[in-house]
């Protein structure tokens, strides 16, 4: 079973600063099962990036995901104070899922 | 528009059964690529998968679960359903459905989560 680790545990930035997230997974993924997910609080998870780099459908171009083999990174420009949230990587092989813990992103 | 919607008991007592469904509608439980998972979190932490059944039947589960869970579908009713066994305290926790498909294999539609707590 693939084991996802996320970093850090929480980040505390300012509006217009940029975010960086990592997903570091204890062996290969393919960069196609790679997606991270935004949980606002009180609600279900929403998908922002599949296969690693695609932007989900109506996700601001603030937000990009790149990476492969064991490191992935999203990347957050210029944010928001909506952007307040938990982020959570997560991916597929050998017909299981896992996610990240998660990285809490705090907007000062 | 593809919409899931959890369904069940919210208290269950220890060492009973946990039984959930999930309704879909704007989409078919049994049109080919499409997976159909549970996932829960407790409360304040993170997501955990718990399994998931492809339209064709099959079924796969987190190997930390399998010994308690069993998914199954209801195609006259569009619907999946979870029952996670023996249940403990550590079983409490907001439980969503979602989907997700074959080609990314990532969860592109979710339910507004059930919250199930276990307690006498």
């Known amino acids: 079973e693939i084991v996802l680790t996320q970093s850090p545990g929480t980040l505390s930035l300012s509006p217009g600063e940029r975010a960086t997230l990592s997903c570091r997974a204890s062996?290969?993924?393919?960069?196609?099962?790679l997606a991270w997910y935004q949980q606002k609080p009180g609600q279900a998870p929403r998908v922002l990036i599949y296969?690693?780099?695609s932007r989900a459908t109506g996700i601001p171009d603030r937000f990009s995901g790149s990476g492969s083999g064991t490191d992935f990174t999203l990347t957050i420009s210029r944010l928001e104070p909506e952007d307040l949230a938990v982020y959570y990587c997560?991916?597929?092989?050998?017909?299981?899922?896992?996610f990240g813990q998660g990285t809490k992103l705090e907007i000062k | 528009q593809v919409q899931l919607q959890e369904s069940g008991p919210g208290l269950v007592k220890p060492s009973e059964t946990l039984s959930l469904t999930c309704t879909v509608s704007?989409?078919?439980?049994?049109?080919?690529?499409?997976?159909w998972s549970w996932i829960r979190q407790p409360p304040g932490k993170g997501l955990e998968w718990i399994g998931y059944?492809?339209?064709?039947?099959?079924?796969s589960y987190n190997p930390s679960l399998k010994s308690r869970v069993t998914i199954s579908q209801d195609t006259s009713n569009n619907q999946f359903s979870l029952k996670l066994t023996s249940v403990t305290a550590a079983d409490t926790a907001v439980y969503y459905c979602?989907?997700?498909?074959?080609?990314?294999?990532?969860?592109?539609?979710w339910g507004q989560g059930t919250m199930v707590t276990v307690s006498s």
């Open positions: 296969g690693a780099s």
């Open positions: 997560q991916q597929y092989g050998s017909s299981l899922y896992t």
């Open positions: 062996q290969s993924v393919s960069s196609s099962y």
């Open positions: 979602a989907r997700s498909d074959w080609f990314y294999y990532n969860f592109d539609y």
């Open positions: 059944i492809y339209y064709s039947g099959s079924t």
């Open positions: 704007g989409g078919s439980v049994s049109r080919n690529s499409y997976y």
